[in-house]
Each structure stands twice: as structure tokens, then as C-alpha cells.
């Protein structure tokens, strides 16, 4: 079966990470489909005569790739197609692969309406015209196959801005146009172009099945942001969130647009079942940990998101330490911690953080911290100090940091990498279709591509997954297929807990043999270890599932 998805908008890099996992990882059959925002990309032939201008001074990137051809163009409005796909070993497998690619692009255009494309001899790609006085390029290829895995493929222009190719020699071709769908006067939307590749993409690399997720297509943007990806790499912004009916407003316009009618959701007072009626231990071990959290003004994310499992966690001498401030720059709709403009960071707090656990005699400690897009790089300089002055006062203790996406700035990740924590775990959190009602300022492509850059660097990868938000489980068990194929060890899956009358509503109460019957999903998709109950959060139990997976991972500190 061909997994395809619809990723939205997504940044060059951030698309590249999550290749090379689905490469690297998996042997499953990928069709990822997705627009970036405005990039020329060189390929390992490119000629750097053919770029004309300076692309910063047109509002582009510039990157290099390993995919073959020269220099093309991608940007808003273009339909961009990654096949992750098993190719044959045989005699001229690339250009056979490439036949068939065209052959599929020539297909698709021609249930779109565009019936006059083809090739032409000599050149790669699929043009309009080919054998007449004018032909014109609409869709460029440039791939790569190694380890009869393909990697890379095609960007076929739809409503693309044709301007930004009179920037570049494209293709290395100088003497034949660039056109697009609307130029050819064919009227049709990104969701219908994406509809006749996935049908036919799947009866021309596999049976004909396919399991789709999509992030949605009907989406606005502001300043700082683009849609269906998150903020844009060193961007600096904060969000000043709507509050009180305002916000319901906003996240109700959100849900309205993934097709999420509230009516059918649980109010704010349905009656908890039994299996999430946690107890209430406050013992001498609970408020030893609350008199140690108080004595080095430290906070924690079992009391600012209200956790459930506080009681349970903190009698047995655990918490997880929330760093970077207590105020986040984001306003995700299913989160308790407040948002607003957060103090400077305090720079003695990674200290303050290792002298607690040296204090609690931590075996296994857990940091995490609030999104902090103020800062230049994320909040991750204060995850890689956090780290070390830990090792420092406790060598023996294992830490796990949750870190938030950074925005994708490689740099600010490979802060937190580079410390080596023996766990790095970034959430998903929900399923492609309701990323952008749960959280509008990340991106389903960009939490994957974080996970795959931190699997990359040779770090255990955890991430959490939250239901009951209205997915389906087919939807659930795609997504742990996503993190399962870029090799993501560790997964947490618990139910969605509606922190007031103004953030996500609760769909419905999954049941404990749900949550194990995914758990034995998860695990057999290829997961390390999958921890699902009910009250699991993302650092429930983290010391136990890191040691499930232990001994099958390599010693990771250096």
C-alpha cells in the first residue's frame, strides 16, 4: 500500500530530513506531496552562470541538493512530489524510473484538462507542446536512486509565480519557456492536483491502495508565519493570543475548517469514566519534591500543563523540570501553560536544575520547556547548559530533554544534539489532519524533520501522540507509521484532557484496551517501545521506556 501525504507548505530543509529518514529507515512506500516556500535548488550538475540574481534580493533561499539536473526553481503555487519508493535493480533503472515518472505527471495532466503534454527527446521533465514551435516546460524532474531506494523527484508549476524562473537559467535550458496550468488557461485547485496524483500515483508505483493524510488546504497567513509549516527559520515573533470568547472564536474557525463540528464534541463537565479518575497522594515524598522545586524557583510541567499523573509522579520522587521561563511565545489549543512575552532567560537556571537533581538523586532526569520564539535560537542554548551542568554535578543520571522545534534552525537544533542527552523527544502530538487546529503555529513536516535530524545524529528519538482530539484510528495508527519509518524509538500515547472551556474540546474517552491495542500497533510498525494508557503524557514512565529500549541502542554519549 502507498502511504501519501499532503505536507502543505514546507521548508526545503525540513522536507529533506524527513527523506532522508523515510530513506534510511524503512523499506514502506512514500509519496509526500507539498508546496515550498520560494528556493532554487542546485543539483550536483548545476552551473552556478545559470543563477542570475542574488536570490536573497528576490526573497529566495539557495540551496544545494544531491538530486541530479541544474538549477530550478520551487515556490508557492508549485506542486512539489517526493516518491520514497523500492526500485527494481535492473538495466537503466533511472531512466526507466524516470519514464514511468513522466508517464504518471503526463497522466495527471491529462485528467486535469492539459492534453497537449509529453516529452521532449533530450530533455527530462514533462512539457506542453513538445512536438510543436513553442514547447514549454511545466514540470521538472531530478532524482536519485541509491540502494534501489528513490529519493527527490518532481515540481510540476500549477499557480506558480513564472517571474521567478526570469531569475535563473532553468534547467540549464535557455532557450525554451517555463509555463504552468494557469498560463495554459487550465483552472484547477492545489486539493484537485493533489487528488489525481495520489489515485494515480498509487496504480503507477504499486497496487492501486493508498492510505492519504493531509494537512488540510484551507488555511490563512499572517506576518512570521506560513501556513501548513510553522514559523519561518530566525524569525523572531511572538503570538498575542485571542483570550476568552475571542479565543473560542478562533480555535472554533480553526476546527470548522478541518471539518470538526464542535456539537459532536464532549462539553467542559462530561463525567470523567473510572479509568481517568486519578488519586490524589500527597505524602512526605509529594511535598519533598514540591519543597525542592520551590527551594532552587524552579517550575515544572507536571503543575504549570496540570498533569494528572503530578501525584503519582512526585510520590515516587520524579518530575519534570520545565525550563526557559514560565510563559510561552505559542498558544497551542489543548496546553494549560500560559502565553505571553516570557522575562529574559535567567542563566543561572541550568544550574539551579542540576543541584535539584543532584539534591532528588535522580537516576533519570526529564527536562522540557516552554516555546521560546523571542530567541534567536529557540530556547536551545539553555537545553544544551541544562544538560551539561547535570552531567557535571550528576554524571551517572540519564536526562531527557522535550524540546520544541526551534523553527527548524539547524544550528539551534545541533545546540541541543551536540550535548547529547540520551533521550531527544520533540512531539507530534496529533494527526496530520488536525495539526493546524491543535497547534497553528507548528507543522506536521517540521516535527517529523526535527525527530529525523536528531535519529540522524545518532540520538534515541521519543515522541507523543494525544487522542481522543477527534482522529480516527486509521489516522493514529498512519501517524505512528510517519514515526515509526524515520525511526523514532520511543512513542507516548494518552488521552486528551480539555484543560478549560476555552481550548480544544474533548471528542471522546478511549478506553484502555483502545490504548493497548495501539501500543501493540506502534510496536509492530517497528517502534522500540510504545507506552499507551489513558494518563500517559509525554514523560510518563520516561526512565522504564528508555530502559525497554536500552539494550538495543548503541551508547550514544560521546
Not at 525 to 532: K, Q, T
Request: with cysteine; glycine share 8%; net charge neutral.
Amino acid at each position: 500500500m502507498l502511504q501519501t501525504r499532503w505536507l502543505g507548505r514546507v521548508w526545503y530543509n525540513d522536507a529533506q530530513a524527513v527523506q532522508r529518514a523515510l530513506f534510511a529507515n524503512t523499506l514502506e512506500q512514500y509519496f509526500l506531496l507539498l508546496e515550498h516556500p520560494s528556493v532554487y535548488t542546485l543539483g550536483v550538475r548545476a552551473d552556478l552562470k545559470n543563477i542570475l540574481v542574488d536570490p536573497v534580493n528576490v526573497g529566495a533561499e539557495m540551496i544545494r541538493a544531491d538530486r541530479g539536473g541544474d538549477v530550478t526553481y520551487h515556490g508557492p503555487g508549485q506542486l512539489v512530489g517526493y516518491p520514497i519508493l523500492n526500485v527494481p535493480d535492473e538495466a537503466d533503472r533511472t531512466p526507466k524510473y524516470v519514464y514511468r515518472l513522466e508517464k504518471l505527471i503526463i497522466d495527471v495532466l491529462a485528467e486535469l484538462g492539459l492534453v497537449n503534454a509529453g516529452r521532449l527527446d533530450g530533455y527530462p521533465g514533462v512539457w506542453v507542446d513538445p512536438r510543436g514551435d513553442n514547447p514549454r516546460k511545466i514540470c521538472a524532474i531530478g532524482v536519485k536512486i541509491t540502494r534501489n531506494r528513490s529519493m527527490h523527484g518532481f515540481a510540476l508549476n500549477v499557480k506558480t509565480d513564472l517571474s521567478m524562473f526570469s531569475h535563473i537559467v532553468p534547467c540549464g535550458i535557455a532557450d525554451k519557456p517555463v509555463t504552468s496550468l494557469e498560463n495554459e488557461g487550465i483552472s484547477v485547485s492545489m486539493e484537485e492536483v493533489v487528488d489525481a496524483f495520489v489515485r494515480l500515483g498509487a496504480m503507477a508505483f504499486d497496487d492501486g491502495t493508498f492510505f492519504h493524510q493531509s494537512v488540510g488546504f484551507h488555511r490563512y497567513e499572517r506576518p512570521g508565519q506560513m501556513s501548513d509549516r510553522g514559523l519561518e527559520p530566525g524569525r523572531v515573533v511572538v503570538q498575542t493570543p485571542p483570550v476568552g470568547e475571542n479565543y473560542r472564536s478562533s480555535l472554533s474557525k480553526r476546527m470548522d475548517r478541518a471539518g470538526l463540528n464542535a456539537e459532536h464534541f464532549l462539553t467542559i463537565g462530561s463525567r470523567k469514566p473510572d479509568w481517568l479518575r486519578a488519586k490524589a497522594n500527597m505524602g512526605p515524598e509529594y511535598r519533598g519534591v514540591k519543597r525542592t522545586m520551590r527551594k532552587f524557583s524552579l517550575s515544572t510541567v507536571c503543575e504549570e500543563a496540570g498533569c494528572p499523573n503530578i501525584f503519582e509522579c512526585w510520590a515516587d520522587g520524579t518530575a519534570t523540570f520545565m525550563i526557559n521561563g514560565e510563559d510561552c511565545t505559542r498558544a497551542c489549543s489543548f496546553c494549560l501553560v500560559r502565553t505571553n512575552h516570557p522575562a529574559p532567560l535567567d542563566p543561572m537556571e541550568p544550574t539551579r536544575v542540576a543541584e535539584a537533581v543532584k539534591e532528588m538523586n535522580l537516576a533519570f532526569a526529564v527536562v522540557t520547556a516552554v516555546a521560546r520564539d523571542d530567541l534567536s535560537d529557540g530556547g536551545a542554548g539553555a537545553f544544551a547548559a541544562t544538560i551539561r551542568e547535570i552531567r557535571r554535578l550528576s554524571p551517572g543520571t540519564g536526562v531527557e530533554v522535550l524540546i520544541s522545534d526551534c523553527k527548524g534552525d539547524s544550528d539551534s537544533l545541533n545546540k541541543v544534539f551536540d550535548a547529547r542527552p540520551d533521550v531527544l523527544d520533540h512531539n507530534l502530538e496529533t494527526v496530520a489532519r488536525l495539526q493546524y487546529v491543535v497547534r497553528p503555529s507548528a507543522s506536521y513536516a517540521r516535527s517529523l524533520s526535527v525527530l529525523a535530524r536528531a535519529k540522524e545524529a545518532g540520538l534515541v528519538t521519543k515522541s507523543s501522540l494525544i487522542a481522543g482530539m477527534g482522529e480516527t484510528k486509521e489516522e493514529l495508527t498512519s501517524s505512528l507509521r510517519d514515526l515509526a519509518s524515520i525511526g523514532c524509538d520511543i512513542v507516548t500515547i494518552g488521552q486528551y484532557l480539555r484543560p478549560t472551556v476555552n481550548h480544544f474540546p474533548v471528542a471522546r474517552w478511549i478506553t484502555p484496551e483502545e490504548f493497548h491495542e495501539l501500543a501493540q500497533v506502534g510496536e509492530g510498525l517497528g517502534i522500540g517501545h510504545v507506552e499507551a494508557s489513558p494518563m500517559v503524557r509525554s514523560s510518563y514512565h520516561a526512565k522504564s521506556s528508555f530502559g525497554a529500549i536500552a539494550s538495543s541502542v548503541p551508547l550514544l554519549r560521546v
